[in-house]
């Protein structure tokens, strides 16, 4: 356990539970009236891996895997640069031995204008 804090009494982080979460989960590409053309500006997310209240993503293995979406990663964050379908997900997954994987899913949909 973790301790979280001491003095008179000690308190104890009794969840050691591990989470993950993106700082986006969906994004509009805006387009044209027929699907092209997008803008692919601010087409992003970052997976931070928590343990506690501590950010230990640097310590996970991140993995993604795209459907009908053309992108990159570059450490923790992946960038959008090319929508191929009417929408599209990206699913990450975070390993660290001794740990469950921790997955989550960005998705990305075409924004006509």
Known sequence: MKVIATGQFTVYLVSDEVTARLSSYIHGVPTD????????????????????????TS???ITYEESSVVGFLSGATYTVTNLLAESAVVTFRAKREGYSDVIKEFKVINSRQ
């Not at 009236?33 to 950010?55: F, K, M, P, Q």
């Open 59 to 61: 310590k996970w293995n």
């Open 33 to 56: 009236a027929n699907g092209e053309n997008g803008d692919y500006a601010g087409a992003s997310t970052t997976l931070t891996v928590i343990d506690g209240s501590t950010d230990v």
